[in-house]
């Protein structure tokens, strides 16, 4: 069954700062690997999607990787704002569903 | 279109009562994802429909809980004799056809067991 983990549980930073969120899975037959952001009490919205046979995929100050042989993806933010404060999940799909990690929780201080 | 669209948005019941939740999907959207997500925990997959079939379940959705998908378009989550474990944000989301595309999620639906 795939496996799907989230690298810190929380992060705290200073506005400004460069940061990384790191994603890994355990079964590296998946069609893609999708970032979500999610905000208190909400539903989740997507952020960025790497098809299989990509390496990373750039929206805004958001990048994201994709290394399917070692099971891993990174999410990098630049130049954090206090608005990118959420709690962000991974999540891959394979099979019928889509496999989510329990998230990472960020908050940027101002 | 505005996206997927979950109601209520909210349901507090009693215990033992029967819920319904809906969801809208994308229009043009053939795939469609029910998710139950607990606090501070990802969401776990419930079950998936292409167009009008149920095609996977998951173990999660226990014979009290019962999904339909009429016509391919709308979908509902039905949940019986409801119970407090089962307090919980509903998740619902859509997506293409063909693999590799991306799923959109609507708001939720929180659920409390009372």
């Known amino acids: 069954k795939q496996e799907v983990t989230q690298i810190p549980a929380a992060l705290s930073v200073p506005e400004g700062e460069n940061l990384v969120l790191n994603c890994s899975f355990t079964?590296?037959?998946?069609?893609?690997l999708q970032w979500f952001r999610q905000d208190p009490g909400k539903g989740l919205t997507s952020l960025l999607l790497i098809q299989s046979s990509q390496r990373e995929q750039t929206s805004g100050r958001l990048n994201a990787s994709l290394d399917k042989s070692s099971g891993r993806s990174t999410l990098y933010i630049a130049a954090s704002q206090p608005g990118d404060s959420a709690t962000y999940l991974c999540?891959?799909?394979?099979?019928?569903?889509?496999?989510f990690g329990t998230g990472t929780s960020l908050t940027v201080i101002p | 279109d505005t996206g997927v669209s979950q109601n209520p948005r909210h349901k507090i019941t009693k215990r033992g009562q029967n819920v319904t939740f809906r969801c809208d999907p994308i229009s043009e959207h053939n795939r469609l994802y029910w998710y139950r997500q607990t606090l501070g925990q990802g969401p776990e997959f419930l079950t998936y429909?292409?167009?009008?079939?149920?095609?996977?379940k998951s173990r999660l959705l226990s014979d009290r809980f019962s999904a339909e998908r009429p016509k391919g378009s709308f979908s509902t989550l039905e949940i019986q004799r409801t119970e407090q474990g089962d307090s919980a944000m509903y998740l619902c989301a859509s997506s293409l056809a063909m693999r590799e595309t991306e799923a959109f999620f609507g708001q939720g639906t929180r659920l409390t067991v009372v």
């Open positions: 999540a891959v799909e394979g099979g019928n569903q889509f496999y």
């Open positions: 429909f292409q167009n009008e079939a149920q095609l996977e």
């Open positions: 079964d590296s037959a998946i069609y893609n």
